[in-house]
């Protein structure tokens, strides 16, 4: 047996349309969806989305992102939908990754001189902002490109090509919750609706008590974050 190298999972937005789209038999097995099918799954998992948000279900997803500094600068905010940095951010440097130390807003408070320059060898993660901003010492003399991996609140999903970088038990609560939206739009039957329906509540209801057993918090993030 080979393995693939690969330490994770992820899936498009097709590939939960086609999915859903099986599991009703709206679309044969092995087939592509029509752009009809895309644009009516594409709005019906976005009011999922939203439904969760309603019912205090946040489905946040890890993103590795990257800026590069400008000489004299020590801010740099996030992007928008950042909600936390998380792990170690560091430097690439001719191809090599060199980890930033993480301090404390009390750790950064009691630097006297801020305004040395030279490569960065701490970072301090400011939440107090919305997205956060990151503060570095020294001060950058260059440029340097600044690696880091974020938790992000997934609002919606644009594009059928869009990554839905989720833990499994959140994709299968996806999958089972547009899979009974679907069955109206397709004409299902109300048993095999309502069947699907008891397994979108019974997949929601497990994916929060994982998460509540795991951090007690219902704004979730995926199972691989320490």
Known sequence: MTVSGSYNFDQT????????????GAVPIGHTPSAKDVAICSRALNR??????????????????????????????????????????????????????????QDYDTIVTKGGSGQPSDVFNDYSTSPPTQYLYPSPAAVYAVYYRSEDVLDDIDLSSETVNLPSNALDMLLAGLSYELCKPYRQTTSFRTELGQEFELKKRQFKAGDIARDGDDKVAPQWVV
């Open 13 to 24: 937005a097709m590939e939960l349309y086609k999915d859903a789209l099986y599991n009703i």
């Open 48 to 105: 999922i989305i939203k439904a969760l948000q309603n019912d205090h279900v946040y489905l946040n997803a890890v993103t590795l992102r990257n800026y590069d500094t400008v000489a004299g600068t020590i801010t740099y905010q996030a992007v928008d939908g950042v909600k936390k940095i998380i792990g170690t951010p560091y430097l690439k440097i001719d191809g090599n990754d060199t980890p930033l130390n993480v301090i404390s807003r």
